[in-house]
């Protein structure tokens, strides 16, 4: 007998948790099981990672025979991965709807018992009669303040029956309050560690964070180590569902690198694999030198469990469009240079007084890149016609189940491309054709090349083949 059994959870699922590194006697899941066992409403307060919510999934599954989980779009691989193999246990089917049309194909061939969707998909698949919202019997909310929390999410959960558990989970739970008494009243709030920003930072080399998409945490590793050549490293990971990842990436279990799930041994490098509670970062910084991995959307709580921390920039992908972020530079260098910026100083006067420069220089580089019109093709020299956009060629289509939106989010979020400079994306069943400005190509396609997409690494060139096509005039046939 393990302890889950004492919680109420199936001894399938419990030697499931258990094989992945979890312990009944972790206070939060002591907290969080029993309740999501019971059909009970939980608010759990964790860090913003979906592996957080293993074992309060698994205790929903030995119950709920139909499971809606809402979470944003670009970690719906990441819930997928944790959702599969409990889903498999627990004999349940599970849909991941990255995409409307795939989802819809599958939903009206026989359903599934567990869908993963982003709130705007969901409801999209909900509107077409395929998803009903009224069959489930429990709903997760991932980090409900990263959620689309207006009217998309509010006409979804009207669907939702009323005697349907609700799982809420969120890392800045003050944000959230009117949100959660609204949909998860009653709801048990239970939290992974004694909160969520520690003591501060005791004098000393501060952390380091590295920012890398979800699915290229474990070939990053690689990075930082040879980086900084430590003589003993220890990689803390939360449990091990990514132990064989990385394993591959470093040689764990040889002299000096070691993984661990629980408290880490004292070492000269101390790499955070997913994003540390406050009581894991204090035991995690105490250790050794340490290095945060900060995948899009655990920037700010990092930020804020770790204000003095610095960036830690690895080789790859940043150089891969520096030559695209130098001509950012220069244009914003040109506006300083030229402009009149009188007005734009009375705007910002307050902001600045109240926050640091660097911060609000950063918020509104953010805002121009993402909700920025993409600008109109330069005009070709002397006048002429505009010229036209390069392609990029990327192996991987609509075999592999990609869809435009995994382009997106990988290139805006993790590449730091600008929404702006991605054009036309055209789907074939092997491979993909993005449109890029011809000035960028070169870079953006660097980038792309070596990066992940569905797990699988991405080979991407300038596609110069299809241009050719396109201008080269139509054969003639000779006369008989």
């Known amino acids: 007998m393990t302890g889950f059994d004492e919680l109420h959870l199936p001894r399938a699922l419990g030697d499931a948790l258990e094989a992945r590194g979890w312990s009944a006697h972790d206070p939060f899941v002591r907290e969080a099981v029993p309740a999501a066992a019971r059909g009970n409403n939980v608010v759990a307060v964790a860090p913003p990672a979906a592996v957080y919510a293993t074992p309060v999934l698994a205790a929903a599954l030995g119950r709920a025979d139909r499971l809606l989980i809402l979470a944003p779009a670009a970690e719906l691989a990441m819930w997928a991965a944790i959702t599969q193999p409990l889903g498999a246990t627990a004999g349940r089917s599970v849909l991941a709807a990255r995409t409307g049309p795939r989802a819809t194909r599958r939903l009206r061939r026989g359903g599934a018992d567990i869908v993963l969707a982003d709130p705007e998909t969901a409801l999209g698949l909900v509107r077409g009669s395929v998803l009903a919202p009224a069959e489930f019997t429990a709903v997760v909310l991932g980090w409900v303040e990263r959620l689309d929390v207006g009217d998309t999410l509010t006409e979804l959960m009207h669907e939702i029956p009323r005697d349907a558990q609700r799982l809420v989970f969120t890392a800045t739970p003050e944000r959230v309050a009117d949100l959660v008494e609204r949909y998860a009243r009653k709801g048990l709030t239970v939290r992974s560690g004694s909160g969520l920003v520690p003591a501060p930072v005791p004098s000393g080399a501060p952390p380091r964070i590295v920012s890398v998409g979800w699915e290229r945490r474990a070939a990053a590793l690689a990075d930082v180590v040879e980086m900084l050549d430590p003589a003993t490293v220890c990689v803390w990971a939360l449990d091990r569902a990514e132990a064989d990842a990385i394993g591959r990436a470093l040689p764990v279990g040889t002299p000096g690198v070691e993984l661990v799930t629980g408290d880490a041994p004292d070492s000269d490098l101390v790499i955070a694999f997913d994003p540390p509670d406050s009581e894991r970062f204090v035991q995690l910084r105490d250790a050794g030198s340490l290095v945060l991995l900060a995948p899009p959307g655990t920037e700010a709580y990092l930020a804020r469990m770790a204000p003095a921390a610095r960036p830690l920039r690895l080789p790859g992908v940043l150089e891969g469009a520096a030559s695209a972020a130098a001509a950012r530079r220069a244009e914003i260098a040109a506006a300083i240079d030229n402009g009149d910026a009188s007005t734009s100083l009375l705007t910002l006067a307050p902001l600045l007084e109240r926050y640091d420069a660097t911060r609000v220089a950063a918020a509104l580089y953010d805002l121009w890149s993402t909700r920025a019109a993409p600008a109109a093709p330069a005009a070709a020299p002397g006048g002429g016609a505009p010229s ?92 008989r």
């Open 388 to 479: 036209q956009p390069a392609r990029i060629w990327v192996g991987i289509g609509k075999s592999e189940g990609v869809s435009p939106n995994d382009f997106v989010g990988l290139m805006t979020k993790e590449l730091r491309v600008p929404r702006a400079s991605i054009g036309r994306i055209e789907l074939r069943d092997a491979y993909s054709l993005i449109e890029v400005p011809a000035a960028e190509a070169e870079a953006i396609a660097r980038a792309l090349n070596g990066a992940t997409v569905r797990r699988k690494r991405l080979t991407a060139r300038i596609d110069r083949e299809s241009g050719a096509r396109q201008e080269r005039p139509p054969r003639r046939r000779a006369p």
